[in-house]
């Protein structure tokens, strides 16, 4: 949370050309219905540099649901941390509050990727995207992704009757065991709040809280790092 206002949008000089509405409904059979490019698509074919200039960085609100189910808003931004094992941060971003945690998942891997090598790829159902996916079997690593329902039923359904079937068989899932490493990231947030300055942002403008934020996460590597050499 910042000491800012969200950035209000610029008004258009000119009223942009209305388009014909289409009729409700769904659309026909054959029928090709018009949408922007999502970031995602757009991250496909962009460079590291692109993809980290394509994400917004104006003071925003974010909403966020919290572990008890509870949705809550704040104005500011969000870093965006990629950790490996042992809770050291390797790569971070800062981006406006209001995107979502997928739009930060490629330019986070691309940029981690050409520091370490690594295996896999830990995330929670919020990244569960076809783009994403995709991204980490082309780099040559192993997504592991919790799975999001949506509004599938069926699927929700097989969610839930997974494990309880392989615990009556007693064949654990690789993919569960390694995806509880990911409550490292986790506990680096909690760290970066509680410990390295991470909860109080005294300064404005994304270039210094940027630089703020990226001096506690300097102190966190250290620290845990430090922990492995004793």
């Not at 200039?53 to 808003?73: E, F, I, W, Y």
């Not at 896999?120 to 780099?139: F, T, V």
């Not at 899932?173 to 909860?199: M, Q």
Request: charged share 35%; with cysteine.
């Amino acid at each position: 949370e910042a000491r800012e206002r969200p950035e209000r949008k610029p008004k258009p000089e000119t009223k942009p050309e209305t388009k014909p509405k289409r009729g409700r409904g769904r659309p026909r059979k054959g029928g090709a219905v018009e949408r922007p490019e999502r970031r995602l698509e757009r991250q496909r074919d962009m460079g590291l540099d692109e993809t980290v200039r394509d994400l917004p960085k104006a003071r925003a609100v974010g909403t966020r649901r919290n572990a008890k189910g509870r949705r809550g808003s704040w104005t500011g931004c969000r870093p965006r941390i990629d950790a490996a094992d042992g809770e050291v941060p390797v790569s971070c971003l800062l981006t406006s509050a209001s995107p979502r945690d997928s739009q930060a998942a490629i330019p986070l891997a691309k940029m981690t990727g050409g520091r370490v090598t690594y295996l896999y790829e830990l995330m929670d159902s919020a990244y569960d995207a076809p783009e994403i996916h995709r991204h980490g079997e082309q780099s040559g690593h192993v997504p592991i992704i919790d799975v999001n329902p949506r509004r599938d039923k069926a699927l929700k359904e097989i969610r839930e009757m997974e494990p309880r079937a392989r615990a009556n068989v007693n064949i654990p899932d690789p993919k569960a065991i390694r995806y509880s490493n990911r409550s490292t990231v986790e506990r680096v947030n909690a760290r970066l709040k509680d410990e390295f300055g991470g909860r109080h942002v005294r300064v404005r403008g994304h270039a210094k809280v940027f630089a703020h934020i990226m001096f506690g996460i300097l102190v966190l590597a250290i620290d845990q790092l430090q922990r492995y050499m004793l």
